[in-house]
């Protein structure tokens, strides 16, 4: 079955009263199936979020249809079981982060039996844990967006949708928007989300989608788009002396070539991450 399925798709913004239209998204067709995680691609107002925001049934489409488990979107029966974390949330500054998810879950309908519990474990898994009863004005752009992923987890949606969840996130928190993605697949639910996070996208994504100028023009699953069919990469340790002379002529000898020899590194992303370790708290404990 299908959790998304939009059809034709297409959105006119009039930024200006008298201003011409701009055409945020035109003809756009795709399917999202259940259980699957979807990465939207495109620059920057390529039509992503007013993408997402048509599904959620927020925005009206100009024309299209757009619908959510077999639902039209502007149905609000649509929006049940759906999870979302907007681009750039903003919560209520006074409450502090665990009674913001309390708050949340019991609007979208939460039990109040084990809801403390509940709470304090999506805040965790969210790697909010040290910060959860400081109040929400005081927290850091990341540890907002962590805030806004464990209002997404607390009401245990179907269909998980993130706008740049990582964005403004320390490699730590890249790193654990990632494996919550990941979670939430192996829990069966289905994923679809935006980001300029490339390898990310890659690591985790089914299939992806790319937009540019409102259009999708590559989509597809990620090995499909980026296999070379008929290139293979070799690591060697240790290079043996004069190994790539000879590796070459052999090569050479059965009619194919070196590309390119590159020595690998482990990345600035693992020196980050083994070095400033784990964080589950955003800021320092006084001593
Ligand atoms: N409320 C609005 N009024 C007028 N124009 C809008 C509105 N929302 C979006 N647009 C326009 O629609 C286009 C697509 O915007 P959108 O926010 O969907 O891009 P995006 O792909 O999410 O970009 P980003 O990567 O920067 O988040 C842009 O040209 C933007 O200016
Ligand atoms: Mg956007």
Known sequence: MNAIEVEGLAKDFRPAWHGPRVRALDGVTLQVREGEIMGLLGPNGSGKSTLLKIILGLLAPTAG??????????LVAARLGVGYLPEAPDFCPQLTGFELVCYHARL???????????????????GLRNAM?????????????????????????????????????????????????KRLKAQGRTVLF?????????????????????????????DALTQRKRQVALLVDPLPDPGIEELDSWLRAHGSSLRGVETPRIGLDRVFRETVGDRNGGGNTPS
């Open 108 to 126: 979208g309908g939460a039990a109040r039996r084990g809801l403390q519990e509940r709470a304090g474990a999506v805040i965790a898994q969210a």
């Open 133 to 181: 009863h400081r109040r929400v004005g005081t927290y850091s752009q990341g540890m907002r967006q962590r805030l806004g992923l464990a209002l997404v987890l607390i009401l245990e949606p179907r269909l998980v949708i993130l706008d740049e969840p990582a964005s403004g996130m320390d490699p730590g928190g890249v790193e654990e928007v990632g494996k919550l993605i």
């Open 65 to 74: 249809v757009c619908r959510v488990f077999g639902v039209p979107s502007d």
């Open 194 to 222: 935006s980001s300029h996070l490339l390898g990310q996208v890659e690591e985790l994504c089914d299939r992806v989608v790319l937009l540019h100028r409102g259009r999708i023009v590559r989509q597809g699953s990620v």
